[in-house]
């Protein structure tokens, strides 16, 4: 294996459990409209975010000419997000806004670590610099790394919402590299569980990955993860 300096480590479903932060989130967002929770729908929710982003990060979303600031183009895109999932409602956007709020201020709060982050994050942080990168608002994860107590190893949080761009675009991992202290990125390992975010990001930006595969899903011809690990421990033993 090769000598990394730079850890890169997305953040939700690989180092936190994404699912009980949106599982609570999302209870909280019912909750003001008055809509009773079930499994169902919160998999329906999760679903709809998913393919939504995706449709962002894909280029087949667009944003209207006129919302030129970027502040302006995140609070547009997650609102929106809103209106159409909750579409029988006929939200306003001023209401989609309000509940967009809501439910990035409570995702950080329900917060349980993947099995081995910490323990790993511990044995990894004197010997590279560690980078968190993730897709999703900056707030929501600056509260999911202190409440995971992982925050004093992390050198550098990136984040889709103060970038403008997600993984796996470019802008996003330009940005990261301007900001790290290590800038070879011969030198970088990205670490994540997303096939079209985190590992098409590294293959398109010439930075090598690791799949984090708790699933074992089958990976497709079209991703070439540099290596795979079921488990965040075994990461230790590939470095």
């Known amino acids: 294996m090769k000598k990394y300096e730079t850890v890169i480590f997305d953040l939700d479903d690989t180092l936190i459990d994404n699912h009980e932060s949106i599982k609570y989130a999302f209870k909280k967002v019912l909750e003001v409209l008055n809509i009773s929770y079930s499994e169902s729908l919160l998999d329906k929710w999760k679903s709809h975010d ?28 997650r609102a929106t997000r809103f209106i159409r999932f909750f579409s029988m409602l006929r939200l306003s956007f001023e209401d989609a806004v309000s509940l967009n709020e809501i ?19 511990n044995n990894l942080y004197n010997k590279y610099e560690i980078i968190i990168a993730t897709n999703g608002p900056r707030d929501a994860a600056i509260s999911k790394i202190e409440k995971a107590n992982i925050k004093n190893y992390i050198s550098l949080l990136v984040s889709s919402g103060e970038v403008g761009y997600s993984k796996p ?50 990976v497709p011809d079209k991703y070439n993860p540099t290596i795979s690990v079921n488990k965040l421990l075994e990461l230790k033993k590939r470095l």
């Open 50 to 77: 998913t393919l939504y982003w995706h449709s962002w990060e894909t280029g087949s979303l667009i944003v209207p000419d006129y919302i030129t600031k970027l502040e302006d183009k995140i609070t547009y895109l």
């Open 103 to 121: 439910y990035c201020n409570n995702l950080g709060v329900n917060i349980r670590e993947i099995n081995g982050a910490s323990e790993l994050l």
């Open 169 to 218: 675009n470019k802008e996003f991992f330009d940005y990261m590299i301007d900001n790290v202290n290590n800038k070879d990125k011969n030198k970088m390992l990205l670490v994540g569980d997303g096939l079209s975010t985190d590992i098409l990001g590294g293959m398109n930006n010439n930075i090598d990955t690791c799949f984090y595969n708790p699933n074992n899903i089958i």
